[in-house]
């Protein structure tokens, strides 16, 4: 996968060399590609914002530097086995949809995405309508808080979609019980989860999990899983349809 970010704090997407996702470009599974907006600022002060028209307070990016940048980011596709890949242009903006576990399978399936974080105000509203008139274009937020600007966004859909591509996770089996993946625990939360050793500070590990009972382990993660969904999110066991839940969970 390729992924080009464009943003005016290169050193802001560092994190990106480091962990996971570090790992994954070491690997060769991401080309990451992290340029500098104000290479595209040609006055003297590279500057790439301007008052809001219609008056209003902060700034608004201006829209000659980010078609300049998306033109040639865009003119230099990553090839795909005969042809030109297409890209997925990812806009993060807390007035976007929301970014979610289900948008990070879909764009994990992509072959490049290319990443505008905006500072201020946000970006000239006719680079969406440009771009999004001729491409994918998708404006996405991470949650109902506003950032100071996208790249903090960035690294968090980026890490998200790096950990589902093949060969990044040690374990291809580590997402499969994630809160939010889909499967046999589709719309609940992830329970608490133990490891050595079995007693800690008087406090011991639930005994189930050391029973080696497979059913009666699954049984007891479900139902811890039921609980802490139910404690922490109601919204999702509410939305979470009947026949998803068997006997046993509507008992818990
Ligand atoms: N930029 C500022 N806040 C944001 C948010 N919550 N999601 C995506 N981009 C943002």
Redesign the pocket.
């Given at each position: 996968m390729r992924i080009d970010v464009v943003t005016i704090f290169p050193e802001y997407l560092e994190p990106l060399n480091v962990s996971l996702v570090g790992k994954a470009r070491a690997r060769g599974r991401l080309d990451v590609r992290v340029h500098d907006l104000r290479g595209w600022a040609h006055d003297r002060h590279h500057t790439v914002d301007d008052t809001p028209y219609g008056g209003g307070p902060g700034m608004v990016m201006k829209p000659e530097p980010w078609g300049e940048a998306l033109d040639a980011v865009l003119s230099d596709p990553p090839r795909e086995g005969e042809g030109a890949a297409e890209p997925v242009v990812i806009?993060?903006?807390?007035s976007?949809r929301p970014?979610t576990q289900e948008l990070a399978v879909e764009l994990a399936a992509a072959p490049w995405l290319v990443f505008t974080?905006?500072r201020y105000e946000?970006i000239d509203g006719r680079v969406m309508e440009e771009y999004g008139a001729r491409l994918d274009l998708r404006e996405?937020?991470?949650?109902?808080?506003?950032?100071?600007?996208?790249e903090?966004?960035v690294l968090?859909m980026v890490e998200a979609i790096a950990r589902l591509l093949p060969g990044v996770l040690g374990n291809a089996d580590s997402h499969r019980d994630d809160s939010f993946a889909p499967g046999a625990m589709a719309g609940l939360l992830e329970g608490p989860v133990y490891t050595k050793p079995p007693e800690w500070r008087g406090r011991e590990v639930p005994e189930v999990l050391i029973s080696g009972h497979h059913g009666r382990i699954a049984r007891w993660r479900r139902d811890e899983a039921l609980r802490r969904t139910a404690l922490n999110r109601p919204d999702l066991l509410a939305r979470c349809a009947p026949e998803a839940l068997d006997r046993e969970d509507r008992a818990t």
């Open positions: 806009v993060p903006t807390p976007g970014f974080p905006a946000g996405l937020s991470i949650g109902d808080y506003v950032l100071a600007g996208g903090a966004p968090v």
